[in-house]
């Protein structure tokens, strides 16, 4: 039988899941491959991938989904790694620039535009080799990603988008969950969720292993993954994933 294909997201929010997969073993079983969160969806979508740790927002877009594990990448406030930049106050910002690695922030952006800011700005789409450093004085950016802790200090002003969602609607946010594209065998999906939980109930573990790599390190990295991310696919967490749906459907 050929091994089951996965895609995970490539970020730092993702070392539990990483860690878990690695140390457990379970990565053996499968073909393990990280892409950017919005090529992990495409990747599924087009059947490239079994499953895929993919944006919520992409979930109309599967012919059949899936949602397989007791875990996601999400937060109850203050996520740290899903931002709008800019250098003008907020009420003036007249474009938003739209990270094109994932489609659950761009709408979350525009969910809050639209329900919670009642604000109108104009959206440009971005594409790979995109400056979102250097863009105009009434300009924003939508950014996701390790790269937030990177760029943030080269703005002036800066808004969390988990943080507002959770002032508009009480509920934390789910920005990605795992998802097959079709049904897959019970003791796989037991033993793959296990090996996720096993990096998830050991955060030291996977801080020693991954503390001083990539762009968020030491006592950062630390923060990050205990008090903004929030790895549990609760209830309050379904909740807020269908009212999601909901209201991009009505954009």
């Not at 989904?65 to 406030?77: E, K, N, P, Q």
């Not at 379904?238 to 909901?246: G, V």
């Amino acid at each position: 039988m050929d091994k089951i294909r996965i895609s995970a997201v490539k970020y730092a929010n993702t070392y539990p899941f990483i860690y878990g997969l690695m140390e457990s073993g379970f990565y053996k079983k499968v073909i393990l491959e990280t892409d950017h969160p919005a090529d992990c969806a495409a990747k599924l979508i087009s059947g490239r991938v079994d499953i895929g740790l993919i944006p919520v927002a992409t979930l109309p877009l599967l012919k059949e989904s899936h949602i397989i594990t007791d875990y996601c990448l999400g937060a109850y406030g203050k996520v740290r790694t899903v931002m709008l930049l800019s250098n003008c106050p907020f009420d003036e910002i007249q474009t938003i620039n739209l990270d094109y690695r994932s489609r659950s922030s761009v709408n979350l952006a525009k969910i809050l535009a639209k329900n919670y800011w009642k604000k109108e700005f104009r959206w440009n789409n971005t594409s790979e080799g995109f400056d979102f450093v250097n863009i105009p004085g009434y300009d924003a950016v939508v950014l996701i990603g390790d790269q937030c802790f990177e760029y943030e200090i080269r703005f002036k002003f800066r808004i969390d988008l988990a943080e507002e969602w959770n002032k508009f609607t009480g509920l934390p946010f789910a920005f990605a969950c795992w998802t097959a594209n079709r049904r897959l065998d019970k003791k796989f999906l037991t033993d793959f969720n296990d090996a996720l939980g096993a990096g998830v109930k050991n955060i030291p573990a996977v801080l020693k292993k991954y503390g001083s790599t990539g762009s968020i390190r030491g006592e950062d990295l630390k923060l990050y993954l205990t008090e903004n991310m929030n790895y549990d696919l609760n209830d309050d967490k379904r909740i807020a994933i269908r009212l999601f749906l909901e209201l991009m459907s009505k954009l």
